[in-house]
């Protein structure tokens, strides 16, 4: 809490005592009918400004009470709305928000129905001053939606999403929505939604727990700013926080988050910087071949900078059971879900752009301390469900009575060529652990995996790669053969990998390219059940 500054009282009323006859001289020396000079009058009050630090303190004081679960009960009409029926609800254009200052920023607010049945308070900062958004139906398009009773006036939003100029000077595109419990996504110019962040993850993949934003700021942009400022009010049973969102929109679009998370109980799981995305179908798994379209995801890797500077790619995959993976590390430089892939011919898919797909790269600031990244991956018989969850989870629980800070940026980013210096893994394949077309049968427990490395100098070594070697390893069992080709598709270098394990044992693979002692690619790992 910020001290107050304070008056010497005694000073002052010192040197008054001190001046107070001679201004009794001076007005007897005065002619009569001229008034003796007035004070000026005193300086009007500072209006208070609205800022991070009262979302600060409106989260301490929500966690020192007990959760209110309980929330309003949606006309029936709306709870019942399907995807395609609740996707007909849009807001008008016209009736757009912020744009009365002038700034370049326009808000859109999203209605409650279909998943989204928890309300959501948005407000707008005026000079300083919040005030909530009146929820009307005159805000909406409701399609061919007939209500046989008017809604209720007092019903609320689902969330809000913002308007840029991003692709086109000359009109606005959307650049950030938030949109149930704590998600939200945002873009860079050319890019399609896919993946998603969240404020807070709790227990990904056990018997989870989502934390939801009750409340947002969002500050009236000023005429030519180039951010967004959004405030919000998270709340859970087991924690409540403050976040504030600085949105800079860019060719890749930056948000630098602020948390302060203050725990009502013990969480062991606390999901920090969490991210959501898709993997149904990639070109590591040809189990769902009933399907034109070659690849179906979000996002194909998820890419860790460790604090020892080491640069690990691994690729996601649709298990046949829940898998949970964890990176041990200390003093994290950035990690991120990304899409690699960007050639259309692998998706084949017109209308929903796969090859279109941001990656979200997360840089903390700060030191986060000790903990592990943790890759959840759940297994999807549909590309319409969410099965990837990546996050930072701290060594140390969180416990009642801390107050805990977290600080990172988020970047929407395209190819993500330019993250590491190295070689990178651009393709990841499996395949029968013999030679093609060999008649002999393949032995219990093996297999071939194939990894494509492109990128920094690898394509001077395409030349001659018997001047790099394959770098590779196995938790358990052996590696039984490797070998290096060039792949002039890729301008750079096809690695194969042959293992043997015990029929049933799991375990992880590790690979990476090296020349001599030099690194010459991220390290590639990858983790392998035998049937």
Sequence with gaps: MKQLSRRRFLEMLSATAGLAPTVALSQAAAPQGNPPPQPPPPAAAPRPQFLYDDVVRRARELGNVPFESTQPVLPEPLAQLDYDSYRNIRFRPERALLGASGGPFRMQLFHLGFLFKRPVTVNIIREGVPTPVPYSTQLFDYGPHKFERPLPVNMGFAGFRLHYPLNDPRSSDELIAFLGASYFRFLG??????????????????????????EFWIETPAPGTDRAVIYGLLDSASITGAFQFLVYPSKQTVVDVTATL??????????????????????????????????????????????????????????????????????????????????????????????????????????????????????????????????????????????????????????????????????????????????????????????????????????????????????????????????????????????????????????????????????????????
Excluded at 204 to 213: I, K, S
Excluded at 440 to 465: Q, S, W
Excluded at 509 to 523: D, H, V
């Design 262 to 531: 203050f725990p009502r109980r013990t969480v062991n799981k606390l999901g920090v910087a969490p991210l959501t995305s898709m993997y149904f179908i990639g070109e590591n798994d040809r189990r769902f071949l009933d399907e034109y379209r070659p690849e179906l995801h979000d996002s194909d890797g998820l890419l860790i900078h460790s604090g020892t500077g080491e640069w690990i790619w691994r690729p996601l995959r649709n298990p046949k059971e829940p898998v949970i993976s964890a990176f041990v590390d200390n003093k994290l430089h950035g990690f991120g879900l990304l899409q690699r892939d960007r050639a259309f011919e692998h998706y084949q898919d017109l209308e929903v752009n796969y090859e279109l797909r941001p990656g979200y790269w997360v840089e903390p600031r700060g030191d986060w301390g000790e903990g592990q990244i943790e890759l959840v991956e759940l297994p999807t018989d549909s590309e319409a469900n969410d099965n990837i969850v990546a996050s930072w989870v701290p060594k140390t629980p969180a416990e009642p009575g801390q107050t805990l800070v977290y600080r990172y940026r988020i970047t929407a980013v395209s190819s993500a060529e330019d993250l590491h210096p190295g070689g990178r893994a651009v393709n990841s394949y499996q395949t029968k652990a013999k030679a093609t077309g060999a008649p002999e049968p393949v032995k219990p427990g093996t297999r071939r995996f194939l990894i494509d490395f492109a990128g920094d100098d690898l394509a001077f070594y395409e030349h001659d790669p018997s001047l790099v070697q394959v770098d590779a390893s196995i938790s358990a069992g052996r590696v039984t053969r490797t070998s290096l080709v060039p792949n002039p598709k890729i301008g750079g270098l096809r690695a194969s990998i042959d293992v043997e394990v015990e029929p049933g044992q799991a375990v992880d693979i590790r690979a990476f390219l090296r020349t001599g002692n030099r690194a010459l690619t991220e390290t590639w790992i990858y983790p392998w059940k035998a049937e």
């Design 189 to 214: 110019r050319d890019q399609r939604y896919g993946l998603s962040a969240r404020g807070l993850a709790i227990n990904a993949g056990g018997e989870e727990e989502f934390p939801f934003f009750r």
